[in-house]
C-alpha cells in the first residue's frame, strides 16, 4: 500500500505532540510555581525540559508511536500512546528519584505529567477520527488481482474489501477451474490483462498443489514487472489471526498474538499490579485484617486466612491467599464451593457473595504470584483433571493469574459443573491473552467493582 503524506505526517504529528509537551511542561511549571510568571523560566529548569523531551523521545519510540501514522489502526494507535504516557509518567518519578537534585518538584511533575498525558490522548484520538473521515484522500489506491478463486482467494478478496486502508482495489479472479461473474479469466490471460488494465500487483493465492505453476508465475511477473504477493496455504492449520516473523528468509507462523510477549507491555502491566496492590492493602487491608480476624473468630474455629495450592504462570505452584469462608474442612483441596453448600459460614456466604474473600490476593499482587487482572488461578487437582479434557486448557497459564479476569466479567465465575463450562472459562481467558492492554484491565477492574456493588448469582 502507498500513503501520499506518509512521511509529512509523520513529522507533523511528531512536531505537534513536542509542542504539546513543552507547553504542558511550561504550564506544570506555572500553576506549580506562579512567581515564574514574572521571573520568566530559571535557566536550571531548561536542562529539566530538556530531560523529559528525552525521556518522551525514548517512550514513544520504544512504542513505535510514530511509525505507520497513517496505516495503523486505531486501538494499536491508541494503545502506543497510552502506554507510552504511562512509560512517560513512570520515567518522571523515576528520575526525580534517581537524581534529587534536579530543581522541579513532585507538583510539577504531576500537573505537567496529567496534562501531556491528557492532551496526548485527546490529540491521538482527535487525528484518528479525521484520518477516518479523509483517509480515502490519503491513499494511493493500488488495482490487483487474484489468481485463484478457492477458499483463500475469496478470503483474501473479503479481508481487503472491508480494510478499504490497505490501499488496494480488487479488480477480480483468475482461475482455470472455478469460473464466476467475477473471474476475469483463465491464468494464462493474467499478465495481458495486467498490462491492459495497469495492475501494479499480483497476488497468488493457488493451492500449494500447483507449486510448479506458481513459480513460472513469479518470473513472468519479474519480466512484466508486475510485484508478486504469494498468499501461504496455511488455511488448514489455523483458522484465525496469526502472528507471522521472518528469520531470514524463512516464515515462521505464531498461531496467536500474545501482546505480553513485548517486554514494554509486561513492564506497564507489572507497574499497574504494584500500584493497585499498594493502593489496597494500605487503605483496605490495613483496618479490614484486624475487623475480618475478629468476625472470623466469633463465629468459628480455626485461622484467619485460607491458603491454598493454584496453579501459577506456566502451571507453577504457589499459595493463593484468602479470608476464610468456610469451616475448617478436609475437602477444600478436591472440592469447589457450590450453591448452597454447608461447609460455608454465615459470615463466608456474605463476603463471598461480594468478593470481599478476594482481597487478601493483593498481597499475592504484590508479591509478583498474581496480577489484579487475569484468568483466575485454579486448584492443582482442577488443572490435573480438565487439561486432559480441553486441548487448550494449559495456554491459560501463559499468564499470571489475576483476581479477576474477562472470563469473570462475562459470568464465567463460581462452580463449573460440567467440561463445556470451563471451555467457556477458557475460550474467554485466550481471548484476553491474545487482546490484552491497559484499557483492556481498567475496564474489568470497573466491571468487577460493579459486578460486586450489584452481586454475582454465579458468587456463592
Known amino acids: 500500500m502507498s500513503y501520499k503524506y506518509g512521511t509529512f505526517f509523520k513529522w507533523i504529528s511528531l512536531s505537534i505532540d513536542y509542542i504539546l509537551l513543552n507547553a ?10 506562579p512567581l515564574h510568571l514574572e521571573t520568566g523560566l530559571p535557566d536550571q529548569f531548561k536542562l529539566n525540559f530538556l530531560l523529559c523531551n528525552l525521556l518522551w523521545f525514548y517512550c514513544a519510540n520504544l512504542m513505535g508511536l510514530y511509525e505507520n501514522v497513517i496505516s495503523r489502526e486505531a486501538i494499536p494507535t491508541l494503545k502506543a500512546a497510552g502506554i507510552a504516557s504511562v512509560l512517560y509518567l513512570l520515567g518522571t518519578f523515576i528520575l526525580k528519584a534517581a537524581l534529587p537534585h534536579l530543581t522541579f518538584s513532585f507538583d510539577f511533575i504531576w500537573i505537567s505529567s496529567f496534562l501531556f498525558v ?3 490522548l485527546v490529540t491521538k484520538f482527535s487525528f484518528l477520527v479525521f484520518r477516518k473521515m479523509k483517509r480515502h484522500l490519503l491513499i ?15 478470503q483474501l478478496r473479503a479481508h481487503i474489501d472491508r480494510t478499504p486502508h490497505l490501499g488496494y ?8 477451474a472455478v469460473h464466476g461473474t467475477d473471474t476475469l479469466g483463465t491464468i494464462d490471460d493474467c499478465f495481458a490483462y495486467a498490462q491492459t488494465n495497469a495492475i501494479s500487483e499480483i497476488f497468488c493465492a493457488l493451492p500449494d ?8 508465475l513469479m518470473h513472468e511477473s519479474d519480466k512484466h514487472m508486475i510485484r508478486f504477493r504469494l498468499v501461504p496455504d496455511v488455511k488448514y492449520f489455523f483458522d484465525k489471526n496469526v502472528l507471522v516473523d521472518i528469520y531470514g528468509h524463512i516464515p515462521i507462523i505464531t498461531q496467536r498474538q500474545e501482546p505480553l510477549e513485548n517486554r514494554a507491555n509486561r513492564l506497564v502491566k507489572r507497574a499497574f499490579d504494584i500500584a493497585v496492590s499498594l493502593f489496597v492493602m494500605v487503605f483496605i487491608l490495613s483496618w479490614l485484617i484486624p475487623l475480618m480476624t475478629l468476625i472470623i473468630k466469633l463465629e468459628s474455629r480455626g485461622p484467619v ?5 493454584r496453579s501459577g504462570t506456566y502451571n507453577r505452584p504457589f499459595y493463593c491467599y484468602k479470608f476464610r469462608s468456610m469451616t475448617v474442612n478436609h475437602d477444600s483441596d478436591q472440592k469447589q464451593a457450590f450453591k448452597g453448600d454447608a461447609r460455608i459460614t454465615r459470615v463466608g456466604a456474605f463476603i463471598r457473595k461480594t468478593s470481599i474473600d478476594e482481597l487478601p490476593q493483593f498481597v499475592n499482587v504484590f508479591l509478583g504470584d498474581m496480577s489484579v487482572i487475569g484468568p483466575r488461578p485454579h486448584m492443582v487437582k482442577h488443572t490435573q483433571d480438565y487439561s486432559a479434557l480441553i486441548d487448550e486448557y494449559m495456554v491459560r497459564h501463559y499468564l499470571t493469574p489475576g483476581i479477576s479476569g474477562w472470563a469473570q466479567v462475562n459470568g464465567f465465575r463460581g462452580e463449573t459443573k460440567d467440561t463445556e463450562s470451563m471451555k467457556q472459562r477458557v475460550t474467554a481467558d485466550i481471548w484476553y491473552l491474545e487482546n490484552w492492554s491497559l484499557l483492556l484491565d481498567i475496564k474489568i477492574v470497573f466491571l468487577t467493582v460493579w459486578k460486586a456493588i450489584r452481586g454475582d448469582q454465579n458468587a456463592f
Open 24 to 33: 504542558c511542561l511550561f504550564a506544570g511549571l506555572l500553576i506549580s510555581n
Open 118 to 120: 491528557s492532551v496526548i
Open 140 to 154: 494511493d489506491y493500488k488495482k490487483i488481482v487474484i489468481i485463484g478463486s478457492g477458499e483463500a482467494g475469496r
Open 169 to 176: 482495489k480488487v479488480e477480480g479472479f483468475f482461475d482455470d
Open 209 to 216: 498443489s500447483q507449486i510448479e505453476k506458481v513459480k513460472i
Open 305 to 309: 486466612f485460607f491458603r491454598q495450592i
